[in-house]
């Protein structure tokens, strides 16, 4: 049970464009429709931003965008804004009921 | 509207027993899986535990199985999870979160599990 790793830290502009990766294995994010992306403001419980790797609940605007390649997720953020700046983390299904987590990586906007 | 809400945090020492609950509203409990997540003070997301909504079947992460027990009461519309020989590493606030065929899409607020002597 190992967790995904993604980038500590990403910065971008306003109204810039940035994506932050997902790395797994051939054992989740490789084998499973089952990425999903939250994106957690300080002091605040996380919220869903994608799931089924590419999928966005409603409510998220179509600016959050997931896309996944072999065992690789990414999640871009499209038009930075201001509200945008906070951690977000990928999570995958594992296999045998387990899901795994990403150390998180914290947006700037600059 | 959704709403869960975490109780029964706090301090206890190493070796300690603690069981948190979490009360589900505004939406068909029994319908639903749940799971509980951990995030350790300044540290990320861990997936800690799953129950179904039929309590079987039930799995764990390996930092906590044979510890740590989950389990829910459809018809008070809670889910719990008993955690006895807690270690300082267990320090975390610990979420309920409502699984469904979105992804974990509801959370509670947390709730503070401090282990110190």
């Known amino acids: 049970q190992s967790a995904l790793t993604q980038p500590a830290s990403v910065s971008g502009s306003l109204g810039q464009s940035i994506s932050i990766s997902c790395t797994g294995t051939s054992s989740d994010i490789g084998s499973y429709n089952f990425v999903s992306w939250y994106q957690q403001h300080p002091g605040k419980a996380p919220k869903l931003m994608i799931y089924e790797d590419s999928k966005r609940p409603s409510g998220v605007f179509n600016r959050f965008f997931g896309s996944k390649s072999g065992n690789t997720a990414s999640l871009t953020i499209s038009g930075l804004q201001a509200e945008d700046e906070a951690d977000y983390y990928c999570?995958?299904?594992?296999?045998?009921?387990?899901?795994?987590f990403g150390g998180g990586t914290t947006l700037t906007v600059l | 509207e959704v709403r869960l809400v975490e109780s029964g945090g706090g301090l206890v020492q190493p070796g300690g027993s603690l069981r948190l609950s979490c009360a589900a509203s505004g939406f068909t409990f029994s319908g639903y899986s749940m799971t509980w997540v951990r995030q350790a003070p300044g540290k990320g997301l861990e997936w800690i535990s799953y129950?179904?909504?039929?309590?079987?079947?039930?799995h764990y992460a390996d930092s906590v199985e044979g510890r740590f027990t989950i389990s829910r009461d459809n018809v008070r519309n809670s889910l719990y999870v008993q955690m006895n020989s807690l270690r300082e590493e267990d320090t975390a606030v610990y979420y309920c979160?409502?699984?469904?065929?979105?992804?974990?899409?509801?959370w509670g607020q947390g709730a503070l599990v401090t282990v110190s002597s």
């Open positions: 979160v409502r699984e469904s065929a979105y992804g974990f899409d509801y």
């Open positions: 999570c995958s299904y594992a296999g045998s009921g387990i899901w795994v």
């Open positions: 129950i179904s909504s039929t309590s079987s079947p039930i």
